[in-house]
């Protein structure tokens, strides 16, 4: 209204939130006021688009739609994604449009439909080939990383991001702690746990000092399975109740789910303990031996609230779906399996990334000449002739 126009400022060519993929990663900064967030949003955000002249336009509805979608509300989330993908797009915010897709990916594995995974992966390449900017190459480098750990492989991180190094000469600030979470994903898939050990501490000590909380609760997540992993259920324990009383607050299942192959045993445990009035721990044995006499007596002792019972209920319920829904998308996955043999892609994937012959074989251990040899392979079986032409094809 001073200015009586819109603000020169900001550049509509600028990525909102600084270019990260998760906005409830940017927005979320405290526990229990998410809901308080989210309306703050949607009061103040018109008034921002007048002033920037659309810039950022859909992040209000990408936002609520990221807390649906970590609360178990994957239909609402949906609609939510579409109608910020059509504000984005009348506004060419292709920076919103591909958080939105990635959203979409994630509602997609949690529901195990295939071809809508495939349509927002899809989706998120084609806006990586359309925009020549170097951020959107970035961000659709981030949500491929972040699809392929969700599903519990690590082949798909991408190389910039298997460095904390790397990652910090190009990205902004404020999209580091996020891209922090899927390094330590990654190390965690791979289990190289010292290297893990060695940076949480600082990553937890950024996240608080930036009052991030999702990514608090993904490190004490990772912590936790980390400690499951190497028998140390005791630290494990502490690291995942430090986790759910970040989380639980503002309903926040999602983190858990994608981590219940690997620890559904432990988080169950944790829970039920959760709910006993005298336990803090009981084993996974335990509970493997008499499930659901534990629960049932537990929660029946437990002076729990209902909202507490809701909470444990929806998030046992939220963490089988996840786990059956990636199960659905990776073995769709497979059927469509590239020609090439893992060892072939994985040379591939390193010359795809600039690397030489010399190179591959210093990292991978082969001779040069096999690195030469598998390359024309590749080329063979893909019917290509230059890395001009690998750039441009999938495999």
Not at 189 to 208: C, M, N, P, W
Request: aromatic share 8%; glycine share 6%; hydrophobic share 40%.
């Amino acid at each position: 209204k001073i200015l009586g126009k819109p603000s020169s400022l900001i550049s509509q060519d600028f990525p909102f939130a600084f270019g990260s993929t998760s906005l409830i990663n940017s927005f979320w900064r405290e526990s229990g006021r998410l809901e308080d967030t989210l309306e703050l949003m949607d009061d103040g955000f018109p008034s921002y688009l007048q002033l920037t002249r659309g810039h950022g336009a859909g992040a209000n509805s990408i936002l609520r739609a990221e807390a649906m979608l970590m609360r178990g509300d994957d239909e609402e989330a949906k609609i939510l994604c579409h109608r910020a993908i059509f504000e984005a797009r009348s506004h060419q915010q292709v920076s919103i449009c591909i958080c939105g897709e990635l959203v979409l990916a994630r509602v997609a594995i949690l529901q195990g439909d295939a071809q809508g995974y495939v349509n927002a992966v899809e989706n998120i390449k084609r806006y990586a080939k359309q925009t020549p900017n170097l951020y959107i190459l970035r961000m659709a480098d981030v949500c491929m990383s972040t699809l392929s750990l969700v599903l519990g492989s690590s082949e798909g991180v991408a190389q910039w991001l298997r460095s904390m190094d790397h990652m910090r000469q190009v990205l902004y600030a404020p999209a580091i702690p996020f891209a922090q979470v899927l390094y330590s994903s990654f190390l965690i898939t791979e289990k190289r746990y010292s290297e893990f050990y060695g940076l949480s501490q600082h990553v937890i000590d950024l996240a608080g000092s930036m009052n991030y909380m999702l990514t608090q609760v993904y490190y004490h997540l990772f912590l936790a399975v980390a400690k499951h992993q190497t028998r140390n259920d005791v630290e494990a324990c502490k690291h995942l109740k430090d986790a759910l009383l970040l989380a639980l607050p503002d309903r926040i299942y999602l983190p858990f789910a994608q981590n219940w192959d690997v620890m559904g045993d432990l988080l169950e445990s944790v829970v039920i303990g959760w709910a006993a009035p005298q336990a803090l721990y009981i084993s996974p044995a335990q509970v493997a031996q008499n499930a659901n006499m534990a629960r049932t007596k537990t929660l029946e002792a437990a002076n729990l609230s209902e909202g507490r019972k809701k909470d444990i209920s929806s998030l046992i319920a939220l963490c089988k779906r996840q786990s059956k829904g990636a199960g659905i998308i990776r073995k769709a996955i497979i059927k469509t399996r590239s020609p090439l043999t893992p060892r072939e892609r994985e040379i591939a994937l390193l010359f795809k990334e600039r690397l030489s012959s010399q190179e591959i074989a210093n990292r991978l251990c082969i001779s040069k000449a096999t690195a030469k040899t598998t390359i024309k392979n590749v080329y063979r079986k893909l019917d290509i002739h230059s890395r001009i032409e690998l750039n441009s094809v999938e495999f």
